[in-house]
């Protein structure tokens, strides 16, 4: 099974271009990344190894989803996500913290773009964050509910590269 490397849409066998956006289709099919990336990020994980670590372990996974959204989706839209240890121990305390705002904004509206080039019926975006991150913090749950569907959906994303790249 072959996928158009500008667009991700599946190719027809013995396809020269893609049906979908006309990109010139390689003579070789695309094999998997060399690099498997975590599919493994679970939200009950990440709050029990942030609270024994100190913190450092929601560091290391936030990091992780940063550098991971900028290998799946960097090719395809030409943009870099901040990485998040940059983001904290420089960026947050200069911009009083409205930087940390409108990362999150970014990489989520960016996570939800990814989505849906891929094809993957994951419903997740900037508007996740402003309503369940921000507005969701009134009723206290909002925030692990956000942390939930955003490695849902880094998983997803992973997942599909990984077999797709």
């Known amino acids: 099974m072959a996928f158009c490397t500008k667009c991700g849409k599946e190719l027809e066998g013995g396809a020269s271009v893609c ?24 939200l009950i994980k990440y709050i029990l190894l942030s609270i024994i670590t100190l913190g450092i372990y929601g560091l290391v996974v936030m990091s992780s989803v940063s550098t991971d959204i900028n290998t799946i989706a960097s090719r395809y839209d030409g943009k870099k996500t901040m ?36 094809g993957i019926g994951y419903s997740f975006g900037a508007g996740t964050f402003w309503g369940w991150e921000i507005l969701g913090s009134l009723i206290a749950v909002g925030p692990f509910i956000y942390l939930h569907k955003l490695f849902k959906a880094m998983n997803l994303l992973s997942e599909d590269y990984n077999t797709k790249g």
């Open 19 to 42: 049906p979908n956006c006309g990109a010139p289709v390689p003579s070789a099919a695309p094999s998997a990344p060399a690099v498997q990336l975590k599919t493994n990020r679970g």
């Open 83 to 118: 990485h998040f240890c940059l983001l904290v121990f420089l960026v947050s305390w200069l911009t009083l913290g409205i930087g940390v705002l409108v990362w999150h904004h970014r990489i989520c509206s960016r996570i939800g773009r990814e989505l849906d080039r891929r």
